[in-house]
């Protein structure tokens, strides 16, 4: 299995950290130093996920130099879909891509992760020669915009990565492993509202509908600071791999903060660490593709290159990859 392309796309609108002191009792100082986060973009009324989700493929498609009509599965990692019953079908359709199957997959911010290692199960056992993996996410419109603990956070994007299956002996996915924790899944979570109402007799029904993201931002702080370190030192060690052979590490845009805490745990010096917190803030399942999609376009990820990957966030859910990027043949 190889990656073979890369695509991104973002909103058209910038919310910037001045402009969200205009809401909450925040300034830009703060939201800077606390979280590296500059500004975010917000989808607008002329924008959809599925339109995002779409120029990312596209950009990705072309970079392989693929046509849709030869993609087998089309696989999108997000908790904000613009239709419960699936965003990827709807995707398919505007690529065109009429012989994928395509399905969503919801982890919130480890879902690329988990749609990468996925996907790299049907590319590695010969079901599927062609795989197009997206990572989406619409938090905006869950998001409390009075709360200044969370809304400063995130922001909305999609990134697509199109991986190929080869016969080479060496399978650009390296080590992973994947973790869950539902039981302390109550520190970050976007529930369903229980709003029951008369239905017949005495029957009543739930009207379906949610509430904002809740999070205990302290709480997953420290879980990412303790389990990513954990799990990738596992990883590492298991393919008997030092952290000093890497050559990137791309984690979950959360913070910086967090970044720089599993960084310094491995002593990898911050010129190997990829981040656009600054400029996009938390996308949710978008960070790691729209982060690796920029790195390969301006030249920082190169053929052959070794990333250590991890994507951690609500489940409580946490995953870590170790691939080569390839790129295109
Ligand atoms: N602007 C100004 N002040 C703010 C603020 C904001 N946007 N948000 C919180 N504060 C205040 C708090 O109210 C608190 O004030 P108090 O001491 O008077 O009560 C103070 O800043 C410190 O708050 P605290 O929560 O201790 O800050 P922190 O250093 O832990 O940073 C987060 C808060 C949310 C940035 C940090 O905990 C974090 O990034 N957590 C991980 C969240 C995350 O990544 N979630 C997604 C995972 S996928």
């Given at each position: 299995?190889?990656?073979?392309?890369?695509?991104?796309?973002?909103?058209?609108?910038?919310?910037?950290?001045?402009?969200?002191?205009?809401?909450?009792?925040?300034?830009?100082?703060?939201?800077?130093?606390?979280?590296?986060?500059?500004?975010?973009?917000?989808?607008?009324?002329?924008?959809?996920?599925?339109?995002?989700?779409?120029?990312?493929?596209?950009?990705?498609?072309?970079?392989?130099?693929?046509?849709?009509?030869?993609?087998?599965?089309?696989?999108?990692?997000?908790?904000?879909?613009?239709?419960?019953?699936?965003?990827?079908?709807?995707?398919?359709?505007?690529?065109?891509?009429?012989?994928?199957?395509?399905?969503?997959?919801?982890?919130?911010?480890?879902?690329?992760?988990?749609?990468?290692?996925?996907?790299?199960?049907?590319?590695?056992?010969?079901?599927?020669?062609?795989?197009?993996?997206?990572?989406?996410?619409?938090?905006?419109?869950?998001?409390?915009?009075?709360?200044?603990?969370?809304?400063?956070?995130?922001?909305?994007?999609?990134?697509?990565?199109?991986?190929?299956?080869?016969?080479?002996?060496?399978?650009?996915?390296?080590?992973?492993?994947?973790?869950?924790?539902?039981?302390?899944?109550?520190?970050?979570?976007?529930?369903?509202?229980?709003?029951?109402?008369?239905?017949?007799?005495?029957?009543?029904?739930?009207?379906?509908?949610?509430?904002?993201?809740?999070?205990?931002?302290?709480?997953?702080?420290?879980?990412?600071?303790?389990?990513?370190?954990?799990?990738?030192?596992?990883?590492?060690?298991?393919?008997?791999?030092?952290?000093?052979?890497?050559?990137?590490?791309?984690?979950?845009q959360a913070n910086q903060r967090i970044l720089n805490a599993v960084a310094d745990r491995f002593a990898i010096p911050?010129?190997?660490?990829?981040?656009?917190?600054?400029?996009?803030?938390?996308?949710?399942?978008?960070?790691?593709?729209?982060?690796?999609?920029?790195?390969?376009?301006?030249?920082?990820?190169?053929?052959?290159?070794?990333?250590?990957?991890?994507?951690?966030?609500?489940?409580?859910?946490?995953?870590?990859?170790?691939?080569?990027?390839?790129?295109?043949?």
């Amino acid at each position: 299995m190889s990656l073979v392309g890369s695509g991104s796309a973002i909103p058209a609108q910038i919310v910037t950290n001045d402009q969200l002191s205009l809401l909450v009792d925040t300034n830009d100082e703060w939201v800077r130093t606390r979280t590296g986060i500059r500004e975010r973009r917000i989808i607008g009324p002329d924008e959809s996920l599925a339109d995002l989700c779409s120029d990312a493929s596209k950009s990705a498609l072309e970079m392989a130099n693929w046509d849709a009509s030869n993609v087998d599965m089309i696989l999108i990692a997000t908790s904000t879909p613009d239709d419960l019953f699936g965003l990827a079908p709807k995707v398919q359709a505007k690529l065109g891509a009429a012989n994928a199957v395509a399905f969503d997959l919801t982890a919130a911010c480890s879902g690329f992760l988990f749609a990468f290692i996925t996907a790299a199960q049907f590319l590695q056992n010969g079901s599927f020669k062609r795989v197009l993996i997206i990572g989406a996410d619409q938090l905006s419109g869950w998001m409390d915009w009075s709360d200044r603990r969370s809304c400063v956070l995130f922001g909305d994007g999609a990134g697509a990565i199109a991986l190929e299956a080869i016969d080479q002996t060496e399978d650009a996915l390296i080590g992973f492993k994947m973790k869950s924790d539902g039981s302390r899944g109550d520190c970050l979570n976007l529930p369903q509202t229980r709003n029951f109402v008369p239905l017949v007799g005495s029957h009543l029904n739930q009207k379906g509908g949610f509430s904002n993201i809740q999070m205990n931002g302290q709480e997953v702080y420290k879980f990412a600071v303790r389990e990513v370190p954990a799990l990738l030192e596992k990883v590492l060690n298991n393919c008997e791999i030092s952290p000093e052979s890497l050559d990137w590490l791309l984690l979950h845009q959360a913070n910086q903060r967090i970044l720089n805490a599993v960084a310094d745990r491995f002593a990898i010096p911050q010129q190997k660490v990829l981040t656009n917190l600054a400029n996009y803030g938390n996308t949710s399942a978008a960070t790691i593709p729209l982060m690796l999609d920029e790195a390969v376009r301006d030249g920082r990820v190169e053929k052959g290159n070794l990333i250590a990957s991890s994507g951690f966030g609500a489940g409580l859910s946490w995953g870590v990859a170790l691939f080569r990027w390839h790129g295109p043949s």
